[in-house]
Structure formats: C-alpha cells, structure tokens
C-alpha cells in the first residue's frame, strides 16, 4: 500500500487550527450571522448547534468561502483566508460533507475517493492528454491511495459498486471518506446523522472518534442528534438567530437555560 499523507501540521501546538473573529454576513437587510468567534484546537471535537434557522450552515459556507464575509476574519492554521475562493480554502486544509448527500451516484465508489484526490495530483495538462509516464505513475499512486483510504473504513470490498447502490449510511461515509482524501486539517460534518437510525448513528460516532484518531485532525459539526453530540464533542457552541448564545462542554450546554428556551420555548406565565 502507498503511504498516506494523514494531516497537515499546524503552526504550533497551541496554534487553533480555524479561529473566526467577530464573523458575520448579511442578505440585504437581513443579518444570518452575527458576531460570530470560534477557536478550534488541533484534534479537537466540536458541535454547533441550534434550532433550526439558527445560521448553522451558513457559518459552514462562510468557512468554506461559498458566502464572503460583511465583516470579521477567518484564519487557518494562523493564516487569514480572506481573499481565498472554495477551491483554494480546501487545499489549505477544510474539508467538508453536506447536510444532502452530494456522491456522484453513477461512479463507482473508487471514482469518488479519487474526486476527493484532486488535491495531490501535479502532472500537466499536456501530460494527461498525451498520457505520458508521469501522468500514469500519479494514476496509479492515486488508485493506491484512494484504497488505502478505502480500507480504513471497510469500504475496500464496495471499490467497483456505483456510489448510488449504496446503503444510506455507506453514503454518508464515502462522503466523510471523499473530504478525508482532500488532505484537510479540520473537517466540518453538516448533520452528519441525519436520516440514520439508532444503529448507524452508533457507527457514525466510532467512525468520527476513529478520524480524529488516525488522521490526527480536528472536526467541527452540525448536528440536530443531541444524544451524538452530547457523546462525542468535547465543546459545544450554541447560535440562535445568528448569534452565539452559549458555550462550553456538553454538561454546561444541557443545562443552560438560553439554549433550553431556544430549543423549547419560554415558559409561559
């Protein structure tokens, strides 16, 4: 098997791997996120949460440069990222799964791993038209590689199935398995268990412990299941209406009672 290229290193050790300060973004009149600061560590776990609406994916697509900022900044690995466009915030090191599914269904579940090891490839664009020996030594270490990936997940066997025959938890980890194979530092997991049942939510939380511990980087995720991510985050951050209105570690978020009334509702006299 080839050697994988696990992780990228941050500055230092005490370096946050994505910082955001005083982030936000307005549509017209309207502010979908709002004085938004984050610090995620290396290896760290951690959960955004809020009621639905609350601005969730919005801040995932300010991360990930599908929406420009009105204001605040983005770092990563101690770089700012402004002026960076999708592609080039994922080869800096952010990976991202999507709250839908988004395989190419049609391919087979190799031809997406190897989508996701866009990334590494260097040869030239004569290279690849003409097929010359760099071109397929880079096609094979890629197979290899993607394989390699493959197999850390038990999915070895599944290579040469269409990513649509798939069940529907084996979709959402080839997803996990695609952004893994972009090389990033910190991978962000848009309701990673939504349309699961009890028992692929179970494997979901082994498979994200086990990426966090084989690939040694950080995950920052979107998730309504308060039973996965009580379980596996080490902090959470709470918006509502855009704004941040709580965090701390799991004990603290279940008892706060902003975040209570914003999931249940105030009390009524």
């Known amino acids: 098997m080839s050697e994988l290229n696990l992780n990228k290193s941050p500055v230092t050790a005490d370096t946050p791997i994505l910082e955001c300060k005083n982030l936000g973004i307005d549509f017209g009149g309207l502010t979908a996120v709002d004085d938004f600061n984050m610090a995620v560590l290396p290896n760290e776990i951690i959960g955004l949460i809020g009621p639905n609406g609350a601005g969730k994916t919005t801040v995932f697509n300010l991360l990930m440069k599908v929406y420009r900022p009105s204001r605040g900044q983005i770092f990563l690995n101690g770089a700012n990222t402004k002026g960076m466009n999708t592609m080039q915030a994922n080869k800096a090191g952010i990976g991202r799964t999507f709250q839908n599914i988004r395989l190419f269904k049609q391919l087979s579940v190799l031809e997406n791993v190897l989508v996701g090891l866009h990334n590494d490839m260097k040869y030239t664009l004569g290279g690849s038209i003409l097929r010359l ?23 070895q066997d599944d290579a040469n199935r269409k990513a649509g025959s798939l069940s529907y938890g084996a979709q959402r980890r080839l997803e996990i398995v695609r952004a893994l194979a972009t090389n990033p530092v910190i991978l962000l997991l848009d309701e990673p268990a939504a349309g699961m049942n009890p028992s692929e939510t179970g494997d979901l939380m082994e ?9 040694k980087i950080a995950v920052l995720l979107i998730e309504h299941d308060m039973h996965l991510v009580m379980n596996i985050c080490e902090k959470i951050t709470v918006l509502n209406y855009g704004r941040i209105i709580a965090k701390g570690i799991p004990e603290e978020i279940r008892n706060d009672k902003q975040v209570i009334e914003a999931y249940l509702g105030k009390e009524r006299g």
């Open 133 to 155: 020996p760099g071109y397929w030594r880079q096609e094979r270490e890629a197979k290899e590689r993607a394989l390699d990936l493959l197999s850390i997940f038990n999915m």
């Open 207 to 215: 498979t994200i412990r086990s990426i966090r511990e084989t690939f």
